[in-house]
């Protein structure tokens, strides 16, 4: 019989979690005390983020490793949209006492992982039963200085700039929930995402004015800048073009419209900033533009029709 939580027991088991975590040089204190001590400089950066299984991800369609990369990106992703750094991260995580502790080995190794690519450190956090897998990330970060990007700066005259992916997250998963495990690159999309780590410090430090990052769909969350800027987003689809996978997806489920995955697709976690046409960093591409008007989204001159996005209540 595999070795379970339940074998190991509660302390042990932290203990498992978190030794030889890598060093950090903001981290003065981190796991074994009641709580952990960061050197911050500044303006401190909060975010937090929960993940459910059965809503957030399956058993069956991703490995542990791929659940604790996509809980610790999908943390992030929130602090890079205000144009922060993050330095460390705590999880709250509650499992079930039959866990495997090899399916928690896994999670460790993908939670280690993304934070050596996101450039933060776990510090701590909490280990709970549960009838499910749970997984609460609280992420800190700085500014370095520099004020912070929300969401009610988007300006008139300003483009819509784009850095990371658009709806391939949303392609794997139509895929996955027909059965399938191809193409490989939107099912990777969707267990675990790859946001544009430190892209937001540096769209900050061009010159953008507000920022989000693309968890619940494109045209929702820039649903979320239209109404906080009290401005019009105008879209231009010609340059929201399907790539070649999403496009084998589309054919594949009967010849849907790719652009569906690209304007109602989340998970992605993408950062969409608004930003002077000649201030657009490099690595990042307009997708539209920023108007006087109605505070609403435009694609191609048009409302789009119901597009859904992601809503945890609907």
Not at 94 to 118: H, K, L, M
């Amino acid at each position: 019989m595999p070795e379970t939580i339940s074998d190991v027991g509660e302390h042990p088991m932290i203990q498992r979690l978190t030794a030889g975590l890598a060093a950090h040089p903001q981290v003065l204190l981190g796991p074994g005390d009641d709580a952990a001590v960061l050197r911050i400089a500044g303006d401190v950066v909060v975010s937090t983020d929960t993940m459910v299984e059965n809503v957030h991800f399956k058993r069956a369609w991703s490995a542990a490793e791929d659940v604790g990369r996509k809980a610790v990106a999908s943390a992030v992703a929130d602090l890079e949209a205000m144009g922060a750094h993050p330095v460390g991260i705590v999880i709250a995580l509650s499992v079930p006492a039959s866990e495997t502790t090899g399916w928690i080995d896994g999670f460790r190794q993908g939670v280690a992982s993304e934070c050596e690519r996101a450039g933060c450190a776990l510090v701590g956090g909490d280990l709970a039963r549960s009838s499910e897998v749970v997984i609460t990330c609280t992420v800190l970060g700085e500014l370095e200085g520099r004020a912070p990007v929300g969401r009610a700066g988007a300006l008139p005259g300003q483009v819509i700039a784009c850095c990371g992916n658009l709806g391939m997250a949303e392609a794997g998963l139509a895929v996955l929930r027909r059965g399938f495990s191809s193409p490989a690159a939107v099912v990777r999309a969707h267990r675990f995402p790859d946001p544009p780590y430190r892209q937001g410090a540096v769209a900050a430090a061009a010159g953008a004015t507000a920022m989000i990052d693309i968890s619940d769909g494109l045209v929702a969350d820039l649903g979320h800048i239209a109404q906080a800027s009290a401005v019009q987003l105008e879209l231009d689809s010609a340059r929201l073009r399907a790539n070649a996978d999403q496009q084998r997806v589309a054919a594949a489920l009967g010849g849907i419209d790719p652009a569906q995955f690209i304007l109602a697709g989340g998970d992605d976690h993408a950062l969409v900033a608004t930003i002077a046409a000649d201030r657009v960093p490099q690595g990042w591409f307009a997708i539209g533009k920023v108007s006087e008007g109605e505070p609403r989204v435009l694609v191609d001159g048009r409302e789009p029709t119901p597009l859904g996005g992601w809503d945890h209540f609907k």
